[in-house]
């Protein structure tokens, strides 16, 4: 029982990549989409954990990991409902197949797949799984340490030094600011989106969420692993916005979008922001 509970646990997932590719979109088109549904999830308190979890996938031939998503049956039903027309219909299909494939192999052992399990493989499978999650834990220790740094610093009412043109990823302890500083930041960041959703007509969920995107792709970072680990050393209250205030580049690449994006309009005074 336990052996076939493994099986079930390793195999009862769809990656983004697939998913993607059923759904017509590119990785990343449906990684924003995630992104998106999990801001408005956690603007009414709802958690999605049971649809899809974080992981990362190394492409054949390549050193570097990148970021993707094991999604349940559950989270390619969510996905699903928010696809209309033929697109809809047609990735309900094939997910549905999909699943019921798995299924099948799983319970009743499809033309003896699962009596000529080769356990090597399956020890394999489990290991490289294995492996991931001990890089993730292991990077998000990393960032914790360095959080616990920055923390004696700020207490210690020691302004840290900025040092110029030094990527945040590799230092980011350097790059932190006073809560003072990160509260006024997030304050003028919130009226700026605020200002350019009232200007453009978009949602500023939807202005979060491009913003968000932008500074991962810019800094090859998750800011939800930031965000973790900031809420476990600071406040269960801080939101992404806080972590975007709190790190000197994340902060002024922020600024920089917002600024350009409201640029574009004219009918404003932006010293009103200032």
Known sequence: MDFMQNVKTVEQVLTS???????????????????RYEQQARESNLALSEFWKESTYKPEGQKRSYPCYNISKKGCEFIAHKMTGVQGTTFTAKYINRFHEM?????????????????A??????ALQ????NKQVELLSEVTKVLAEVKKEIRATKEPTKEEDTPLIHNPKKMAVSDSLMYSRTKRLNLFIGKLA?????????????L????EKKFDVSLDSYLEVFRSEYTQDAHTINVVAFYDDFY???YKLLDNALSRYSTFDREDLL
């Not at 009743?108 to 356990?119: E, L, M, Q, R, Y």
């Not at 493989?121 to 489990?126: Q, R």
């Not at 294995?130 to 999650?133: A, G, P, Q, Y």
């Not at 009232?198 to 491009?210: H, N, R």
């Open 17 to 35: 990549l697939e998913v993607a590719e059923m759904v017509g979109k590119e990785h990343k088109e449906l990684l924003r989409d995630i992104h």
């Open 103 to 119: 299924e099948e192999t799983i319970v009743n052992g499809n033309a003896g797949v699962v009596s000529n399990i080769d356990n």
């Open 121 to 126: 493989k399956l020890v394999e499978t489990i």
């Open 130 to 133: 294995s492996e991931m999650l």
């Open 198 to 210: 009232k200007l453009s007509g978009e949602l500023k969920s939807d202005i979060y969420c491009s």
């Open 212 to 215: 968000y995107t932008e500074i």
């Open 252 to 254: 002024d690449y922020s």
